[in-house]
Nanobody, 126 residues
Framework: QVQLVESGGGLVQTGGSLRLSCAAS????????ISWFRQAPGQEREFVAG????????YYADSAKGRFTVSRDNAENTVYLQMNSLKPEDTAVYYC???????????????????WGQGTQVTVSS
């Protein structure tokens, strides 16, 4: 099992930055791929970025490429999402999720992920 807790969300102006953290506990964290998803009001939950179990592989949605960076520290059981050049359309609740079945690949479909955090709100003002 993996328990996930996100933090670091908040209100920021357009062009600003935020760093989200996903703190994990449980034996499966270091063998799991971890991804970030987001969900805006009235929208489907969508993939943002993900990282393989060793951190050697990352994958980004087109909307995140060049602006967001995902990283992990397995010694600290934490995954990060550094978000720069934020836009109003980045406003959403951000969730981290663990795929415990295949830590060597990043899947963009949310049904691959079996553990989820409670989410953290990110609001970007124009």
């Amino acid at each position: 099992q993996v328990q996930l807790v996100e933090s670091g969300g908040g209100l920021v102006q357009t062009g600003g930055s935020l760093r989200l953290s996903c703190a994990a506990s449980g034996r499966s964290f270091s063998t799991s791929a971890i991804s970030w998803f987001r969900q805006a009001p009235g929208q489907e939950r969508e993939f943002v970025a993900g990282i393989t179990r060793t951190g050697g592989g990352t994958y980004y949605a087109d909307s995140a490429k060049g602006r967001f960076t995902v990283s992990r520290d397995n010694a600290e059981n934490t995954v990060y999402l550094q978000m720069n050049s934020l836009k109003p359309e980045d406003t959403a609740v951000y969730y981290c999720a663990a795929d415990t079945s295949d830590g060597q690949m990043v899947h963009i479909g949310r049904y691959y992920y079996d553990y989820w955090g409670q989410g953290t709100q990110v609001t970007v003002s124009s």
